[in-house]
């Protein structure tokens, strides 16, 4: 009997490592692209040029901070001076300081520093595909300066924090490539620098060292021992710095959306598809999309999941290589920070928002036009440029939705009208335009609309004060004193409703009322001289001048050129100055 030998077993093959394109200067043609993809950005964001500022800007338009030379001291170490921040982004704002010196107010400014810094994103990205051996590195890159999903990052001032964070976490990559293929302590360095400059642009690229791991495994294989040590400190200094920024963020702006998990992994599963489908039909763009009804028991939200479970499926199977896999992942790792396991703010408003995908997005462009362009090469050169003009027109299709986004940021009438046209239950998208109708002079449209906003949430201090405001306008007094004290009701430290009520009480010469609301506001506006103004007129008439002259001094020391205060400052001094002059005699 013939003995049966054992064969030991066949090892498994190694991975093939992907090769990088080593760093290479610009050649002519380089330059021909380069320029080509700045005027794709430059014509399709050209009417960003006419836009204004909107909503959120007044974060930075109407901040003392941003306007003072000492403000870039307190934006870096006394950030709760920016007052309706809720962030430690300091870059952020010290871009906006910096060219509030050069151009003051002018909006202009601000959207072609925007457009510049989406420029630089595109070119970054193209070179680093052209690095990883991507094909079609410039058909990538060329989808990724015109897609109108990225409109909200661009053309919306405030979302500048997109903009620059992007533009390090690229550096950052960029760089590590050159570290992993030459490490130098300095290479080193200046990537963990980027990466905090990141961070300190905008949070959400706590996911590059992860990103950076997810490379590896592509190139690689597998991910060595090694290339998690030396991202460790990338861990740590991400994760301390963005917990830093979450517990400033809930100590100012408190949160809790009461979510339970499995209500949270319905709404990341869904929120992944959603943005993979506008990514490939960028159609019915809203800022403010419609708040999803989240439910355990809804079969349709299990089905997202379902279909996230199968595709990992399949792309762990592997026919296609690690490429596939690799981009998914780096999407939805990208996107892990706003997939609803969080709270953040903007998830009263929305689940969803454009401006969350403006990195993640990149993976998905990366594979399908990577995959259609190998398809596309092994077809005979008619069938190439078929596609090539296909591609011309899909360019072109983009950059004309990109512009007619690009128009809706025009002003608050334009942006408000819009969402509240494709979404009519908008959180506070009522109130807001009510109070550019209002502006706008159009005082019974602004009246509808805010009577509207407190339709939509009645227990609202602002929406309250909103509609005082437009019947002040409107010379309602007693019912726009009934909403701006049912404001204070709800939130005695209401600004616009202690404002509007103090005035209102002024003008019917209840003093005392009034006094006591200007005391209240300047524990809010502590440094508004015209608040201080205010409150002297108010101690005037109350007959207590002496206080009153002190107000008046307080306001024009707050603001020197304010002709009330030096009015009211020399008049009363002249009063007071004749009574110890004159003594009235017995």
Same mark, same amino acid.
Request: aromatic share 10%.
């Given at each position: ?6 064969k030991p077993p066949r090892p498994s093959p ?17 330059? !021909? ?7 794709l950005v430059a014509v399709s964001y050209f ?37 309706? +921040?809720?962030?430690?982004?300091? *870059? ?22 925007? *457009? ?35 409109? #909200? ?5 405030? +979302? ?20 992993? #293929? ?10 963990? $620098? ?63 959306? &009461? %979510?339970?998990?499995? #209500? ?18 960028? &159609? ?32 762990? %199977? ?35 928002? &454009? ?6 997005? *990149? ?5 399908? !036009? ?11 050169? !008619? ?11 899909? $360019? ?31 959180? &506070?998208?009522?109130?807001? $335009? ?78 005392? #009322?009034?006094? !006591? ?21 108010a101690l005037y008439y109350l007959g207590r001048? +002496? ?40």
């Open positions: 009997m013939k003995a049966t030998t054992h190694e991975p093939t490592p992907v090769r990088l394109q080593p760093p290479a200067a610009f050649t002519h043609r380089d330059i !021909t692209a380069a320029i080509g993809l700045a005027l009417p960003a040029l006419t836009a204004g500022f909107i909503w959120d800007d007044i974060i930075f338009t109407e901040e003392p901070v941003i306007h003072s030379w000492s403000g870039l001291w307190n934006i870096w170490f006394s950030p709760s001076d920016i007052r309706k +921040e809720g962030h430690y982004w300091p *870059i952020v704002y010290t871009t906006f300081w910096l060219e509030h010196k050069l151009w003051g107010h002018a909006p202009l400014g601000y959207h072609l520093v925007n *457009i510049l810094l989406h420029i630089i994103n595109t070119l970054l990205i193209w070179r680093l595909m052209k690095r990883l051996n991507v094909p079609a590195a410039l058909a990538i890159a060329a989808l990724f300066a015109v897609h109108p999903l990225h409109v #909200e990052s661009v053309v919306w001032i405030i +979302e500048r924090k997109d903009l620059l964070s992007a533009l390090f976490y690229l550096a950052a990559i960029n760089t590590w490539l050159r570290y992993n #293929e030459a490490p130098h302590p300095l290479r080193y360095g200046a990537a963990l $620098l980027l990466f905090i400059a990141g961070l300190l642009s905008k949070s959400i690229v706590i996911t590059l060292p992860v990103a950076l791991l997810i490379w590896h495994w592509w190139a690689q294989g597998r991910i060595h021992r090694i290339d998690i040590l030396r991202l460790a400190p990338f861990f740590i200094i991400g994760l301390a710095i963005t917990a830093a920024d979450l517990t400033y963020y809930n100590q100012r702006e408190p949160l809790d959306l &009461d %979510y339970s998990i499995i #209500e949270r992994i319905l709404i990341a599963a869904r929120v992944l598809w959603f943005y993979a489908g506008k990514l490939l039909w960028p &159609d019915d763009l809203i800022i403010i999309y419609p708040l999803w009804e989240i439910q355990a028991a809804d079969l349709t939200g299990w089905l997202y999941v379902a279909a996230a479970a199968v595709l990992l499926a399949v792309l762990l %199977y592997r026919p296609w290589g690690r490429a596939p896999l690799a981009g998914i992942l780096f999407y939805t790792i990208t996107l892990s920070p706003v997939l609803g396991f969080i709270d953040y703010g903007f998830m009263q408003f929305s689940l969803v928002a &454009d401006r969350f995908q403006y990195l993640a997005g *990149i993976g998905l462009i990366a594979i399908l !036009t990577g995959t259609a362009a190998r398809g596309i090469s092994r077809l005979n050169k !008619t069938a190439q440029r078929i596609a090539t003009g296909v591609f011309m027109v899909i $360019l072109a299709i983009l950059g004309t939705l990109t512009w007619q986004q690009s128009k809706l940021y025009r002003d608050d009438l334009t942006f408000f009208s819009y969402i509240l046209a494709h979404n009519p239950q908008a959180r &506070d998208a009522s109130l807001n $335009l009510g109070a550019a109708l209002l502006r706008a002079g159009r005082l019974q449209e602004g009246l509808a609309a805010s009577q509207t906003a407190l339709q939509q949430r009645p227990d609202s201090a602002t929406a309250n004060a909103h509609l005082g405001y437009a019947l002040l306008l409107m010379q309602r007094l007693d019912e726009a004193a009934i909403r701006l004290t049912r404001a204070l009701e709800l939130d005695p430290l209401n600004e616009q409703a202690l404002d509007y009520l103090a005035n209102i009480r002024f003008n019917q010469q209840r003093y005392e #009322e009034a006094h !006591t609301l200007y005391r209240t506001l300047l524990q809010v506006r502590p440094a508004s001289a015209q608040t201080h103004l205010n409150l002297g007129a001048r +002496e206080q009153a002259l002190a107000s008046f001094e307080q306001a024009l020391s707050l603001d020197p050129h304010l002709p009330a205060a030096q009015q009211s400052t020399a008049r009363l001094r002249r009063s007071l100055n004749k009574k110890v002059a004159d003594p009235v005699k017995k």
